[in-house]
T-cell receptor
């Protein structure tokens, strides 16, 4: 099982759609969870941290299920500017380094 | 205001010619990281510094070295670049190892 696994997509959705991304991780000792966004040929940027209780930031909602080792990201009312690759990122292991998923590509169409 | 700065943004080098990439930060973070990212792949951690302590990933080739002369600066040295080393090199910083990492804009390396 890969350390952090994501559906690569691409997800092609119309503006205004709701889209959900899923991510699974293998290390049950992982303690920190993040969603990063990466635009083409740019650096990853933090979208949101993921907390055990779930958290929401505007149109974005993140959920964590520790028992199933599963993280999700929900985007409501998609905008054209949401088009990007979304990286699931997990801290884990003895040194706590970030482990990146390969990312899920989202394309929002007019 | 840029917080993690990388220079140059684009670097062209010749096969086998040493190259140095630089990273600086204004965040005063104690941890600095170097990642390699190839097209359509996840960023791959090469090594990181926790303060002055260097931590190399097990699968990082010896061809890649790093220096951190002070808190603000970190360098990536590629001693003999091969064609397979062409990639985006990302520097990141964090305030502790379990905390959010902040990335610089990256240096895109081309090896001719």
């Amino acid at each position: 099982r890969k350390e952090v696994e994501q559906d690569p997509g691409p997800f092609n959705v119309p503006e205004g759609a709701t889209v959900a991304f899923n991510c699974t991780y293998s290390n049950s000792a992982s303690q920190s969870f993040f969603w990063y966004r990466q635009d083409c040929r740019k650096e990853p940027k933090l979208l949101m941290s993921v907390y055990s209780s779930g958290n929401e930031d505007g149109r974005f909602t993140a959920q964590l299920n520790r028992a199933s080792q599963y993280i999700s990201l929900l985007i409501r009312d998609s905008k054209l500017s949401d088009s990007a690759t979304y990286l699931c990122v997990v801290n884990g292991g003895s040194q706590g380094n970030l482990i990146f998923g390969k990312g899920t590509k989202l394309s929002v169409k007019p | 205001d840029a917080m993690v700065i990388q220079n140059p943004r684009y670097q062209v080098t010749q096969f086998g010619k040493p190259v140095t990439l630089s990273c600086s930060q204004t965040l005063n973070h104690n941890v600095m990281y170097w990642y390699q990212q190839k097209s359509s792949q996840a960023p791959k951690l090469l090594f990181h510094y926790y303060d002055k302590d260097f931590n190399n990933e097990a699968d990082t080739p010896d061809n890649f070295q790093s220096r951190r002369p002070n808190t603000s600066f970190c360098f990536l040295d590629i001693r003999s670049p091969g064609l397979g080393d062409a990639a985006m090199y990302l520097c990141a910083t964090s305030n502790g190892q379990l905390q959010t990492q902040y990335f610089g804009p990256g240096t895109r390396l081309l090896v001719l």
